[in-house]
């Protein structure tokens, strides 16, 4: 079955700091998506990217497909990037599979 | 701001109750799928539904079912709930089942 490993499984940063995040997939990647979880659980997407490059602000992800891995790039980071960052994949009922996450907190 | 809103914000059963839980997706969204997290773990999928009828159901047993109504709101019904079901349960919409899913802030449940 699917297996998403994300790494490092927790990151602390001062603030202005940037940090790659990584997500290794066990199966060839499919409508992979980025997400950011809030520390009140809100869920926001972050990047659909199932190949390529894309980017948003100080965000920005890459996907190599044939290698099956993803990064999300943070630059400049603020205190308001902490929560938890999820990559998922779906495929067949069009269900998310989501990684293990990635806990970041961003100190003042 | 995703638009899809979920009621209760909290709740706290005890075993053995039954609970409803509640979702209203965005307008024009005929998908709505439901996902269980418990603490410091990623989401789990519960089931989806599109137009009305269950599209998929991930591996929970079933006692876990749910309804989607033509107003786009839906339920997430979970009868004789065990103390692992203690969660945060979110559900997600989306304009079609193979579309991008869109989040709500999620119901935290207790069960006791």
């Known amino acids: 079955g699917i297996q998403v490993e994300q790494s490092p499984p927790d990151l602390i940063l001062q603030e202005g700091a940037n940090s790659t995040l990584r997500c290794n997939f066990s199966?060839?990647?499919?409508?992979l998506q980025w997400f950011h979880q809030n520390p009140w659980g809100q869920l926001i997407n972050l990047f659909y990217?199932?190949?390529g490059t894309k980017q948003n602000g100080r965000l920005s992800a890459t996907t190599v497909a044939t290698e099956r891995y993803s990064l999300l790039y943070i630059s400049s980071s603020q205190t308001t990037d902490s929560g938890v960052y999820f990559c998922a994949e779906t495929r067949g009922t069009y269900k998310y599979i989501f990684g293990t996450g990635t806990r970041l907190k961003v100190l003042a | 701001e995703t638009g899809v809103t979920q009621s209760p914000t909290h709740l706290i059963k005890t075993r053995g109750q039954q609970v409803t839980l509640r979702c209203s997706s965005q307008?024009?969204?005929?998908?709505v799928s439901w996902y269980q997290q418990a603490l410091g773990q990623g989401p789990q999928f519960i089931f989806q539904y599109y137009r009305e009828e269950e599209n998929g159901r991930g591996n929970f047993p079933p006692r876990f079912s749910g309804l989607q109504f033509p107003n786009y709101s839906s339920e997430l019904n979970v009868n004789a709930l065990e103390l692992d079901d203690s969660a945060l349960y979110l559900c997600?919409?989306?304009?079609?089942?193979?579309?991008?899913?869109?989040f709500g802030p999620g119901t935290r449940l207790l069960v006791l």
């Open positions: 307008s024009g969204h005929n998908t």
């Open positions: 997600a919409s989306s304009p079609d089942y193979f579309e991008t899913q869109y």
């Open positions: 199966d060839s990647v499919n409508n």
């Open positions: 990217i199932p190949s």
